[in-house]
Structure formats: C-alpha cells, structure tokens
C-alpha cells in the first residue's frame, strides 16, 4: 500500500507547513535538480516541480523523481494546457507508481505568455476537473471511464488559488468548487500585501474552506524593479503594488535592490503568518533556490 507522505502528516498534525518551489530548465543534466536539492534539505517539508511554466524544460514529472532521489520529497505539478485527459490519467498513474505522493492540479499559464506562443493549447479540462479526475483515481480506485486501477494510488491533491484577484466572491467560490472537487491543500500565488491577504483569507473561512484544506501563502523574493514590473505587467495573478516597486527602485544597484527584495519578502512572511486559518507558506523562489534557506532562518521557521 502506497503511503501517505511527510506533507499530508505535515498537514494532518496542524504544524506549520513550509513549501518552496523549484523551476527546471531546459536541460538534462539530473545533477543540476541534485544540486538544487541540497537548499530544501533544512526547514521545507515538500517541493513544487513546475511544468513547463515558461516553454519547454525538464518534465515535471522527471523532476519530481531526481527530486525523490535526493531525499526531498516532491509535489508534481501537472497542467491542463498540454495535455488531454488521456495523457493527464496516464502521467498520474506513471507518477504514482514512481513513488510520487503530491500532486498539484492548475492550468497553466496560456501558451501566449511562454516562449512557445505558437504550439497549440489543449485545456481539455480545467483545473477543477484535473482535481476530480486525480480524486477519483485516489478515492474510488478508477478513471474517468470507471476502469478499475490496479495497485494503489494515494497522491494528495493540491489546487492553486489567486487571492487579489476580483471580485472576491467569485474568486472564493472557485476555491470552493476545486476543494469540494478533492483539493486537501492550496498554494497561492505571490503575496505582497499582508492585510488584503487577511481579508481574502477571513472571507475563505467563513466558506468552510480551511477546514477542509491547508492553505499555504504564496511569497516571492524579487530580484529587482525591473523584474517586479515585467512580472505584474505580463500576468494578471501577480499584483505587486507601486510601494513595493519604488521601494526597490530606491534601493540603489542591481545588488542592493536584490537584497531589498528578500528584506521585503522575510517582512511578508512575518506579517502574514499569524493571519487565522492559515495553515503555512509556499516560497516561489522564481529560480533562486539558493535562497529559500536564508529566508527560512531569517524569519524563525
């Protein structure tokens, strides 16, 4: 019987959870992931593997296992927008018999905004039927057509959720069908303003969500102004407000506004972890693994 892995238990025991994030790039060489490895081995319970957030690069799933090997357990994030439901089933049950015990269900960013804007999307089905299907498959032993799955399958299934997007009702009500779908934990996506992420967070329990789903804050140390605008101009789920931007700007060189972007991030972190019903925090290192570790000691984790 396949096991529950350490963040379900994490979950399950009503400790702070830490996540963080790793971006594979387009490469084959396994000891790159390995040594990415080694910045998640203190304080970080699992580790998202993004798949194929900007164009192509490592599969997630391939990630996911290098990631294993080295003894960090791995959340295999899978989209809907390159594949359909077939392909989806199988990478489930291919990354279920590789050991994989996490899976985070989403759409995906359409293909316009990564470096392939010609290939073609499938969004066969939508984040919220992703969570259903991997739902069934873990809760009911089958697929989507009622084929019985041999051997055992107990991934725990995670959803993605964008707390500044508007209007909020709508919004909670999307985390609330892809909860009831079979979702047990969220990451959101980057958070810079504590107090709307307190009012969103008041407004996702009264639904009934946290009772139900861990939800991990999503935090993003930024690199620079520059990088700030670029990121809130091209996606519609990064809000970074001005405060954040001139703040960085005034900061100084490139050096000096990379440090002030982890200064701002360790802040948010601080400010956002006594918020009521949140169950811990998700570090989108955006590529720098290198400094999830500092941030978990800079802020006491």
Known sequence: MQQSGNLEKKIASGDFVITAEFLPTAGTDGKA????AEFFKKGVTAVNVADNPHGPVMSSLAGAVIMARAGIEPVYQIVTRDRN???IQSDILGAAALGINNILCLSGHHQA????PEAANVYDIDSIQLIAAAAKMREAG?????????????????????PDLKPMELNVLRLAKKVEAGARFVQTQAVFDAEALAQWMKAVGSRGITAKAAVLAGVLPLRSAGEAETLRAKYTDILIPDAVVDRLKAAGDAAAQSKEGLAICLE??????????????HILSGGREEVVPELILAAGL
Not at 113 to 116: A, E, M, N, P, R
Not at 142 to 162: F, Q
Request: overall charge positive; hydrophobic content about 50%; charged content about 20%.
């Open 33 to 36: 992931v390995e040594a990415a």
């Open 85 to 87: 439901r077939i392909a």
């Open 113 to 116: 905004l990564t470096g392939s």
């Open 142 to 162: 089958e697929l989507l057509d009622g084929t019985r799955i041999s051997g055992p399958l107990a991934m725990l299934i995670g959803a993605v959720a964008h």
């Open 268 to 281: 948010t972190i601080k400010k956002i972890r006594s918020i009521e019903g949140l169950s811990g925090i």
